[in-house]
């Protein structure tokens, strides 16, 4: 279907962010519970439904090819899962429902796809199928929709998935759901409806979850606001940050006491999303997704973009979009890229004692999650780099993963070759050569196999650093440039100074091995550490040596910006976000923030 713009936000304790994104438009009674909300409480059952099966298969046929599905019943409900409607003066109904009919697939012969599903009572399939690229086919009954993109320009990551990447162990998180009374009326107010949609979209946004970041989001309580008169968020009608306070304040302060670990408020009355960024088991795990008017069926595209906030992404990770339009990068593929998995696991990795840990996912198969790798080299090097590719690869289901495949030459005309049995446990890793005069980014893609036979495929990205010359570098937060202040006298401190292009901030960049230096101009002494090992301790210069107190790593951060660490001490460049001409920039901890970004000009 044609995308539509959207602005997306995203709130966390410092800051704001805004974004923007594409995405696509696409029986068993359970036992009364009385919620002590309501002066008045009722109980209605719901009609018995026809079990749907353990397992089936589906055609799914979208101009001339047709792929078959093979669907395994898969619940997104959690043990806490109850449903309650609130009607006419605040009373909470409990609802007894339907059995759960949701599913997840793999698709014949696309070992890299995956597919979720759900199955009316009356036979109807809905379904959805995930390409390995993020492109897909989704269909409610009738012809799929296509979504998705699969060109794209790369960009060199600024941060990927760490060693180890999501791992085998999947932990679960249960999800309170708010519908608001708009978002019910667009499911022609039944309440059958609304939870099928709910539902719907749940699995769909599971399936990534689950593939990607090995993490599964159950649903424990669901409140349908089912008069308008008693929604809390009815006055609030297009107003994604007023519904993201009042979902706060209703789950923590108002509502009895819930076992969530994060809560979404289910809205149509605007195209849009707010959420808080890094909150899962915090007082602020709440986020807002509105699909727009008239469109329920579109919650999932909102609520993976605002559940991927909360579990700590920020959007552009990774210096912009380096793997295309991914979830927190415009949306319109349905995956995360590297750098936003690398937020997703860290944060999800602070929670786990809120999590349920299920272990290997062993009863679902699932196709691994192969994550992109990165180095830079030297001007004019034609050294060989060697990728342990799969370090940072998982699989949900614990298999062991190979290299089936890969591009033997890459984008511009460099050499990959197999190193059989050489990485850790007798892996196979990757020898990248890069061609003679290499200037630009260069890229080749590998793909990744688990025992079962399911794939996935990665790129690998390899930059020139900048060619030797004199350069200036304007700190990112300050705006103060790196200023040798005149001094000639070794050791002296470096500074900063309001940034002019004066030779006092001019430096002659060299490289020394892999590391670069860099001399003052003025005062023709190297930026040196001065042996300091400590957070806090200035930078300073000193005459030339040999010592790797002068050797600084040059990592690129995205759009001519660099961090530089200290060879000797481990530690960055940082300018602490001091603004007075003279400070000195000091050590600190390697992280992403914009006090160790430099934006490198030649000069």
Same mark, same amino acid.
């Given at each position: 279907?044609?995308?539509?713009?959207?602005?997306?936000?995203?709130?966390?304790?410092?800051?704001?962010?805004?974004?923007?994104?594409?995405?696509?438009?696409?029986?068993?009674?359970?036992?009364?519970?009385?919620?002590?909300?309501?002066?008045?409480?009722?109980?209605?059952?719901?009609?018995?439904?026809?079990?749907?099966?353990?397992?089936?298969?589906?055609?799914?046929?979208?101009?001339?090819?047709?792929?078959?599905?093979?669907?395994?019943?898969?619940?997104?409900?959690?043990?806490?899962?109850?449903?309650?409607?609130?009607?006419?003066?605040?009373?909470?109904?409990?609802?007894?429902?339907?059995?759960?009919?949701?599913?997840?697939?793999?698709?014949?012969?696309?070992?890299?796809?995956?597919?979720?599903?759900?199955?009316?009572?009356?036979?109807?399939?809905?379904?959805?199928?995930?390409?390995?690229?993020?492109?897909?086919?989704?269909?409610?009954?009738?012809?799929?929709?296509?979504?998705?993109?699969?060109?794209?320009?790369?960009?060199?990551?600024?941060?990927?998935?760490?060693?180890?990447?999501?791992?085998?162990?999947?932990?679960?998180?249960?999800?309170?759901?708010?519908?608001?009374?708009?978002?019910?009326?667009?499911?022609?107010?039944?309440?059958?409806?609304?939870?099928?949609?709910?539902?719907?979209?749940?699995?769909?946004?599971?399936?990534?979850?689950?593939?990607?970041?090995?993490?599964?989001?159950?649903?424990?309580?669901?409140?349908?606001?089912?008069?308008?008169?008693?929604?809390?968020?009815?006055?609030?009608?297009?107003?994604?940050?007023?519904?993201?306070?009042?979902?706060?304040?209703?789950?923590?302060?108002?509502?009895?006491?819930?076992?969530?670990?994060?809560?979404?408020?289910?809205?149509?009355?605007?195209?849009?999303?707010?959420?808080?960024?890094?909150?899962?088991?915090?007082?602020?795990?709440?986020?807002?997704?509105?699909?727009?008017?008239?469109?329920?069926?579109?919650?999932?595209?909102?609520?993976?973009?605002?559940?991927?906030?909360?579990?700590?992404?920020?959007?552009?990770?990774?210096?912009?979009?380096?793997?295309?339009?991914?979830?927190?990068?415009?949306?319109?593929?349905?995956?995360?890229?590297?750098?936003?998995?690398?937020?997703?696991?860290?944060?999800?990795?602070?929670?786990?004692?809120?999590?349920?840990?299920?272990?290997?996912?062993?009863?679902?198969?699932?196709?691994?999650?192969?994550?992109?790798?990165?180095?830079?080299?030297?001007?004019?090097?034609?050294?060989?780099?060697?990728?342990?590719?799969?370090?940072?690869?998982?699989?949900?289901?614990?298999?062991?993963?190979?290299?089936?495949?890969?591009?033997?030459?890459?984008?511009?005309?460099?050499?990959?070759?197999?190193?059989?049995?050489?990485?850790?446990?007798?892996?196979?890793?990757?020898?990248?050569?890069?061609?003679?005069?290499?200037?630009?980014?260069?890229?080749?893609?590998?793909?990744?196999?688990?025992?079962?036979?399911?794939?996935?495929?990665?790129?690998?990205?390899?930059?020139?650093?900048?060619?030797? !010359?004199? +350069?200036?570098?304007? #700190?990112?937060?300050? &705006?103060?440039?790196? $200023?040798?202040? %005149?001094? =000639? /006298?070794?050791? @002296?401190?470096?500074?900063?100074?309001?940034?002019?292009?004066?030779?006092?901030?001019?430096?002659?960049?060299?490289?020394?091995?892999?590391?670069?230096?860099?001399?003052?101009?003025?005062?023709?002494?190297?930026?040196?550490?001065?042996?300091?090992?400590?957070?806090?301790?200035?930078?300073?210069?000193?005459?030339?040596?040999?010592?790797?107190?002068?050797?600084?790593?040059?990592?690129?951060?995205?759009? !001519?910006? +660099?961090?530089?660490? #200290?060879?000797?001490? &481990?530690?960055?460049? $940082?300018?602490? %976000?001091? =603004? /007075?001409?003279? @400070?000195?920039?000091?050590?600190?901890?390697?992280?992403?923030?914009?006090?160790?970004?430099?934006?490198?000009?030649?000069?």
């Amino acid at each position: 279907m044609k995308s539509k713009n959207s602005f997306w936000t995203s709130l966390s304790s410092r800051s704001a962010v805004l974004g923007v994104m594409r995405p696509f438009i696409s029986s068993r009674a359970l036992p009364c519970l009385l919620l002590p909300l309501a002066a008045s409480l009722t109980c209605t059952n719901a009609l018995a439904q026809a079990v749907p099966p353990a397992t089936f298969t589906q055609t799914a046929t979208s101009g001339a090819t047709s792929l078959t599905i093979n669907f395994k019943l898969h619940s997104v409900r959690s043990s806490n899962f109850a449903v309650f409607t609130q009607g006419t003066g605040g009373t909470l109904t409990s609802v007894s429902t339907d059995v759960a009919r949701t599913y997840l697939g793999t698709v014949t012969g696309r070992p890299g796809a995956i597919a979720a599903g759900l199955r009316k009572s009356d036979g109807t399939v809905w379904y959805k199928i995930i390409f390995e690229d993020g492109t897909g086919w989704e269909s409610q009954g009738g012809t799929p929709t296509t979504f998705g993109s699969a060109t794209w320009t790369p960009a060199y990551p600024s941060s990927v998935v760490p060693s180890s990447g999501a791992g085998s162990t999947v932990y679960a998180a249960e999800i309170g759901v708010d519908v608001s009374n708009r978002y019910y009326v667009d499911c022609g107010s039944n309440t059958a409806d609304t939870l099928l949609q709910i539902e719907w979209n749940m699995i769909k946004v599971n399936s990534i979850y689950l593939r990607d970041a090995a993490i599964l989001q159950r649903i424990g309580r669901v409140i349908i606001r089912s008069t308008s008169s008693a929604d809390p968020y009815a006055a609030m009608s297009g107003d994604t940050n007023a519904m993201l306070g009042e979902i706060k304040n209703q789950w923590n302060n108002v509502l009895p006491a819930s076992t969530h670990d994060l809560a979404m408020l289910a809205d149509t009355s605007a195209y849009a999303g707010l959420a808080w960024v890094g909150a899962v088991a915090s007082v602020n795990r709440y986020g807002v997704s509105s699909p727009g008017p008239g469109n329920p069926t579109g919650l999932e595209a909102f609520w993976r973009h605002e559940a991927g906030h909360n579990w700590g992404s920020n959007h552009y990770e990774g210096g912009g979009k380096p793997e295309g339009p991914t979830i927190m990068s415009d949306n319109s593929l349905a995956r995360f890229s590297s750098p936003e998995l690398a937020k997703i696991i860290a944060h999800r990795n602070t929670v786990t004692a809120s999590l349920d840990n299920m272990g290997t996912y062993s009863s679902y198969p699932l196709p691994p999650r192969a994550n992109a790798d990165r180095s830079t080299v030297i001007p004019g090097s034609t050294t060989a780099i060697t990728f342990d590719v799969l370090a940072n690869d998982s699989d949900s289901n614990g298999q062991t993963l190979t290299i089936p495949s890969f591009g033997t030459t890459s984008a511009n005309g460099g050499t990959i070759t197999r190193s059989v049995g050489t990485g850790p446990g007798g892996r196979d890793r990757l020898i990248y050569t890069p061609p003679a005069g290499m200037t630009t980014l260069d890229t080749f893609n590998y793909r990744i196999q688990d025992s079962a036979g399911y794939q996935a495929i990665a790129k690998v990205y390899i930059l020139p650093l900048p060619s030797p !010359g004199t +350069y200036s570098l304007k #700190n990112v937060t300050t &705006g103060l440039g790196l $200023d040798g202040m %005149g001094y =000639t /006298t070794a050791p @002296s401190n470096m500074g900063m100074y309001a940034f002019n292009g004066v030779n006092n901030q001019r430096f002659v960049l060299s490289y020394s091995g892999d590391y670069v230096k860099l001399k003052s101009i003025t005062g023709n002494l190297y930026m040196d550490s001065l042996g300091a090992t400590a957070t806090g301790a200035p930078i300073g210069q000193n005459s030339l040596s040999a010592s790797t107190n002068q050797e600084w790593k040059m990592e690129y951060m995205g759009s !001519g910006i +660099y961090r530089f660490t #200290n060879r000797a001490n &481990g530690k960055a460049m $940082d300018s602490y %976000g001091l =603004t /007075t001409n003279g @400070s000195a920039p000091n050590f600190y901890t390697a992280n992403d923030g914009g006090n160790q970004q430099w934006i490198l000009a030649p000069a």
